[in-house]
């Protein structure tokens, strides 16, 4: 019976590891590109765009409507298809086919198809930067979130740390190698370090939760990263702001974007001024017609005194066939004056035009400085890092000399824990310095077209 149990726990156990599922960074990534809503609705907007350029390139092509009418006219009437004057109950049917194609009318269906072209690409390239500021969003979220894991371990350590010596000053206090208040003061240090534990750990979920809602999964989902061990280099080149911005135009979607709407609105404003040039147009159409009172004339009774008319019934068939009407129109309209409409429109087209060049102007501007500030970030962040890894190696050695003097009972534990403090702020600087620095220059490489993963 104790086989059975243990085989069920040890299968239970394992199956709860495998189940428990890992993300990389890069998953993550692809999960959101995947599955994020915004990134979708972002993605159904170009699609929307692409509809709206497929309808401008049919709106060239010729129109074609039929139409089918069936009346039954009552009463004294005039029949529509031998026009004579009737008392009779009359059904009549028509049955047409229409087109009209516009030959000219100042190149406004050409501009207007290069101008849906140029919305579609900017509607793209709007989706594909909402896409890269959740990616963005979602390195920040994961190595902030590694952060608080290593906080943690160091945190940990410490509390480790304070034990082993709460028990060793706890012995000498029994002896009376060490007076009572030496155990008072490492107690209430490793109270400290515990509650510094709790507050990484509550650090940790909160960034555990930040990146789960950025995946958009539900906060009881079982959610693990991998944990990945990147040390920064400690040589850092400083590239040319120049060249980093001519890479970014090339790679980002942000001045794309802002180019495509501009380009949007020059074909905007030559469909205004479109508007002032003459239309022609050409219209065609096809039609034939039956009724019921209608008589089909096979000539004269030459039996009959005076001449005498001769009718027979005429069939569907034949009305349908011998009523058949072609048609061909052509139609110029030339614009004289139509309330300052054509004027009113060139002006506000010529005022979009202004305003997307300054939208331009405005996103390389903002990509410059965002790409300035990235770079001066990333050095600073690396002096940050090597003053404070040179740090860490000075406090570890001043520690183990504190260490080793108060071992041998040379200073007091408000000295030793106050130097033990400062090698915990020194290895918590590090971390963050190491995290914020991986992210800088991440953020470089990002906007040189290389991929958000480590």
Avoid at 70 to 79: E, Q, S, Y
Avoid at 124 to 131: E, F, L, N
Avoid at 139 to 164: F, G, R, W
Avoid at 183 to 196: D, P, S
Wanted: aromatic letters at 10%; proline letters at 2%; one cysteine or more.
């Amino acid at each position: 019976m104790k086989k059975v149990i243990f085989l069920l726990f040890f299968s239970n156990l394992t199956l709860n590891l495998f189940s428990q599922k890992l993300w990389t960074l890069e998953e993550c990534l692809r999960f959101a590109q995947e599955n994020n809503l915004t990134i979708k609705q972002a993605y159904l907007n170009a699609d929307l765009s692409k509809q709206n350029l497929f309808q401008s390139k049919m709106g060239l092509l010729p129109s074609l409507n039929g139409n089918i009418s069936d009346n039954t006219n009552f009463g004294r009437n005039i029949d529509p298809v031998t026009n004579e004057i009737t008392v009779d109950r009359i059904r009549n049917n028509n049955f047409g086919l229409s087109s009209s194609v516009t030959l000219f009318n100042g190149f406004q269906n050409l501009n207007n198809i290069r101008r849906s072209n140029y919305d579609y690409l900017a509607s793209r390239y709007d989706a594909q930067k909402m896409a890269n500021d959740i990616s963005v969003n979602i390195v920040t979220a994961y190595l902030q979130l590694l952060y608080n894991e290593d906080l943690i371990l160091v945190s940990q350590q410490k509390v480790d740390v304070s034990e082993l010596q709460v028990q060793r000053i706890s012995n000498m206090v029994e002896v009376g190698s060490l007076p009572a208040g030496d155990l008072l003061n490492t107690e209430a240090q490793k109270a400290q370090e515990e509650l510094q534990l709790i507050n990484a750990e509550s650090q940790r979920d909160i960034a555990l939760l930040n990146l789960k809602q950025l995946l958009d999964l539900p906060s009881t989902d079982d959610f693990s990263i991998v944990d990945f061990d990147v040390e920064p280099s400690e040589q850092f080149t400083v590239l040319s702001t120049d060249d980093i911005y001519n890479q970014a135009i090339q790679n980002l979607p942000n001045v794309k974007s802002a180019e495509s709407r501009l380009q949007s609105s020059e074909r905007s404003l030559a469909i205004a001024q479109g508007g002032r040039s003459p239309r022609l147009s050409m219209t065609a159409s096809l039609g034939t017609a039956y009724s019921s009172a209608s008589r089909k004339f096979i000539g004269y009774d030459s039996l009959a005194t005076l001449p005498f008319p001769m009718y027979e019934d005429y069939s569907f068939e034949d009305q349908f066939n011998d009523n058949v009407s072609q048609s061909v129109g052509f139609n110029l309209s030339i614009p004289i004056f139509n309330g300052w409409q054509a004027n009113k429109s060139i002006s506000q087209a010529k005022i979009g035009v202004l305003q997307s060049q300054y939208g331009l102007q405005q996103s390389k501007n903002d990509l410059r400085k965002t790409i300035e500030q990235a770079q001066n970030d990333a050095l600073s962040a690396h002096k940050k890092y090597l003053a404070s890894k040179k740090t860490v190696d000075f406090q570890k050695q001043s520690f183990q000399y504190t260490q080793e003097k108060y071992d041998l009972q040379l200073i007091t534990s408000y000295d030793y824990n106050n130097a033990k403090n400062t090698l915990f702020r020194a290895e918590t600087d590090l971390l963050q310095a190491k995290y914020d620095y991986i992210f800088k220059t991440k953020m470089l490489d990002f906007y040189m077209g290389k991929p958000l993963t480590f």
